[in-house]
């Protein structure tokens, strides 16, 4: 029982529900729910919300975070920033592949690195301040890279889906009203632009590595006062620019496989088949891009028989599509945040 009287969920030894084939029980999926929609929110909010008491909340979440399967990350949103996102496919020879892959990983600019199916082709998310610095990497590095055979680039128009939307968003753990009592104000439309400053850029690092950095710490390295970053944190939310994500194994999910699709839509059906795409509960994230293939979305299944069941149902009842390609991707390399070392390895990703 809870300190007011109510009955509790019960925190079971190993955090996971012994009838379930995954590794996550109803409450966990709860708690990531919570934490994606503001991953810093107290314990004690969240223990409200949820039912259960702070102490619960505070060793389930404690509990994954030290077993490397539920990380939550502060990030910067590129659009609110005026940055722009490039999707990268590079085709390389098999024995480069992985050693260039990891390559683009410890760049700061690249995120979501994978190495696609066929092991030949890598595909990430590259991020320039803006268009004038967008040539850098795209054009300078990559070719002259040895064992580059060939590199595309697809400029992000629209998203869809992502970024504070994750997949858990799509699951159902949450009832609308706990969602509403634990979502934040939505950002300012009328706010003024944010030009970040160092002292906020050493705040994103330490974000993106733990959403959840203790107070102490963050001022610490940004040389500001703890009051002076609540108000930063309440600023940068109300524009927009920081959001919350949560990292997690995707295999406590029962997901198994996860496919790349490159659309061709006729244009005038492009929003309308990007808009129906993001509502799909296997989609992790939808985007319009530049390209003959002019709609990406990454697409998380259970095994391959459910991507064939995606594939021939709610993809071929899209309106306006003219051809498809896809890909199974076969290693994860990095997520939206920083590359990891072997010692500090991240979540297996969900996107």
């Known amino acids: 029982m809870k ?92 024995d480069a592949a992985v050693a260039v892959a990891e390559a683009l990983a410890r760049r700061p600019d690249t995120s979501w690195v994978g190495l696609m199916s066929g092991g030949t082709e890598i595909t990430a998310v590259c991020r320039a301040v803006s268009n004038d610095h967008s040539d850098v990497l795209l054009l300078q590095k990559l070719p002259r890279t040895p064992s580059v055979i060939g590199v595309t680039a697809h400029c992000r128009l629209h998203q869809f889906y992502g970024g504070p939307q994750g997949l858990i968003s ?14 934040p104000p939505p950002p300012d439309p009328a706010a003024a632009p944010v030009t970040l400053t160092d002292a906020d850029r050493r705040l994103f690092d330490l974000l993106a590595r733990d959403g959840r950095t203790p107070l102490a710490e963050l001022a610490a390295a940004t040389g500001w006062s703890p009051t002076t970053v609540r108000r930063r944190f309440a600023e940068l939310r109300a524009n927009g620019v920081l959001y919350y994500d949560v990292d997690y194994d995707l295999r406590q999910f029962g997901y198994g496989v996860m496919v790349a699709l490159w659309l061709s839509v006729e244009p005038a059906r492009l929003a309308a088949a990007g808009e129906a795409m993001a509502a799909h509960p296997e989609v992790a994230y939808a985007c319009a891009t530049t390209g003959p293939n002019n709609l990406f979305a990454s697409v998380l299944c259970r095994n391959v028989g459910a991507v064939y069941t995606y594939l021939t149902t709610r993809v071929a009842a899209l309106p306006g599509v003219r051809s498809m390609e896809s890909a199974p991707r076969i290693r994860h390399i990095k997520g939206p945040g920083p590359l990891f070392s072997a010692g500090h390895a991240a979540p297996g990703r969900r996107r």
């Open 3 to 94: 300190s007011d009287g109510k009955p509790e969920v019960a925190d079971r030894g190993k955090g996971t529900d012994p009838g379930s084939p995954t590794g996550f029980d109803a409450l966990d999926h709860r708690l990531i729910h919570a934490l994606q929609l503001d991953g810093r929110a107290p314990f004690s909010r969240i223990a409200a919300v949820l039912g259960v008491s702070d102490q619960t909340v505070a060793r389930r979440y404690t509990r994954h975070r030290t077993r490397g399967t539920l990380k939550v990350l502060g990030l910067p949103d590129a659009q609110a920033l005026g940055e722009v996102q490039w999707l990268v496919r590079v085709q390389c020879t098999p």
């Open 170 to 183: 799509k699951s159902g753990a949450l009832t609308d009203e706990q969602i509403a009592r634990l979502s």
